[in-house]
């Protein structure tokens, strides 16, 4: 990122603030009737320049002032914008809701997802909280029509996949049920890594399913499974971003699109830190669907447990010192909670 002055960081600093709360460019006569600063306007505006032609602002119209880029955004939340954290009376407001729904786990996520919306002004995501290594149950085999068989994997938390599997030839339902017993008793109890060091069976079906059953498994354990929570998507219909219909379905589209969540999660979230928030600004050139958006993102759990995600969308003007401060503390409310169930 370019070095800035001091100066000019005062002046970002400020732009943004006032950008994100009031949806309106900056100008140099504004910064310094409003906060008084003690440079002159001729200086402000000379800086605000400099800092459109390091690509941290803009100007939408010749005679506008200035709004922030993407990249003005990512300086300040990384940058300039410090440790934000939630007022104390906040915390113990949040604190006592979340005490009041005892350890119901789908009362909790409704919870989330209300208090994220609420706080950050944004729409929020919560997934259920799963064990980071899933664990074998038992297989179902059905025959359907001609080749096709139905896999059913059910796993220890409860998690159900289902999967159509096209066989080289017709196999009758007595075979598939054998199989399914003998793939039950063989691997009852096993994660993903223990069935990868099982011994291969001899029967080239059961080996194939064994298979399957093995990379499910390890999809499982690495995406959102359950139901996801979402609460506030009016909050972000409500900016004037959004006025636009086809802004809007993007918004939309990117709450009710598994498959982008579950990428965002995945290549995002993985292998971040407990309670460790991260931050994509218009999608960070990897997700063209994000362009208009900023999201806040976090993992939550225990390590080794059980762990889910959660996280805000926004407009890429967000107020990012809120919804990062209060991802983060609902993220630890969450993280106890699963302890607190696997305590008991």
């Known amino acids: ?52 032609d390091l690509g941290l602002l803009r100007q939408p119209h010749t005679s ?5 880029t993407e990249e003005g955004y990512r300086y300040f939340v990384r940058q300039l914008m410090g440790h934000q954290d939630l007022p104390d009376t906040t915390k113990r407001t949040i604190s006592h809701q979340f005490l009041q729904a005892g350890l ?8 989330a997802a209300s208090v994220l919306a609420q706080q950050s002004q944004g729409a929020s995501l919560v997934t259920a ?38 066989l080289a030839e017709p ?56 139901e996801v929570y979402r609460d506030g998507l009016t909050h972000v219909l409500a900016e004037p971003e959004f006025s636009e219909m086809d802004s809007a379905r993007s918004a939309l589209r990117i709450l009710e699109e598994r498959p982008l969540l579950e990428d965002l999660f995945n290549r995002t979230m993985i292998n971040s830190e407990m309670g460790g928030v991260q931050v994509l600004i218009g999608g960070e050139g990897a997700w063209q669907e994000l362009r208009e958006f900023s ?41 106890n909670l699963v302890e607190d169930l696997h305590a008991d």
């Open 1 to 52: 990122m370019a070095e800035l002055t001091e100066r000019q960081k005062i002046i970002l600093a400020l732009v943004i603030r006032d950008y994100i709360e009031q949806a309106q460019p900056v100008g140099s006569n504004y910064l310094l009737e409003t906060y008084g600063l003690k440079f002159s306007s001729a200086t402000i505006r000379n800086e605000m320049v400099a800092l459109t």
């Open 64 to 68: 506008a002032g200035r709004v922030p």
């Open 104 to 111: 119901d786990v789908d009362r909790w996520m409704r919870l």
């Open 129 to 166: 909280p799963h064990p980071e290594q899933p664990v074998f149950k038992h297989i179902e085999l059905i025959a359907t029509h001609g080749r096709q068989v139905l896999l059913v994997l059910v796993l220890a938390a409860g998690e159900v996949s289902q999967q159509m599997l096209a």
């Open 171 to 226: 196999v009758a339902q007595e075979r598939l049920s054998a199989s399914a017993a003998r793939l039950n008793n063989l691997l009852a109890g096993l994660s993903p890594d223990e069935i990868a060091a099982t011994a291969i069976p001899q029967d080239a079906l059961e080996r194939d399913i064994l298979r399957l059953i093995s990379d499910d498994m390890r999809r499982l354990g690495a995406v959102i499974t359950g």
């Open 295 to 335: 999201m806040v993102l976090a993992r939550y759990g225990v390590p080794g447990l059980a762990t889910g995600m959660l996280g805000v969308l926004g407009p890429i003007r967000m107020p990012y010192g809120r919804a990062i401060s209060t991802v983060r503390f609902v993220a630890s409310l969450l993280s």
